[in-house]
């Protein structure tokens, strides 16, 4: 049973309190492998630190934020101002990842 905010988590099966953002582990995993068959391997490192940055912060706008991004670098037509424009606002909700110059410069290489 699980309690308002709490999270229960027993292999890919999660339960959350009502509205929570999710991400599992096999849709987190399937995203970054994609993208590393996509970009070269510093740019999925980049997206594993980015990923544990938005998870520390325990913000639920850049978790938002860090799905849609991921879904719009994995669509087939990219469009690089949504992309940047996300990544923007993940910085801007989850400072301590604006701090982090190499994951910025990785990520932003992508459309630039």
Known sequence: MTTKG????????IRAESGAI???RATVTNS???????????????L???ERAVAESEN????????AFLDALGSERQQPSVLKRL???IQEVAPG???MT???ARISSIWS
């Open 6 to 13: 709490e999270i229960n988590v027993t292999g890919d099966i």
């Open 22 to 24: 999710v991400n599992n």
């Open 32 to 46: 970054f492998n994609n993208l590393a068959e996509r970009y070269d391997p510093g740019v999925a490192e980049a």
């Open 48 to 50: 594993v630190k980015l």
């Open 60 to 67: 639920s706008e850049a978790r938002e934020l860090l799905a």
């Open 87 to 89: 990544f923007a606002g």
């Open 97 to 99: 990842v604006a701090a």
């Open 102 to 104: 190499d994951v910025v």
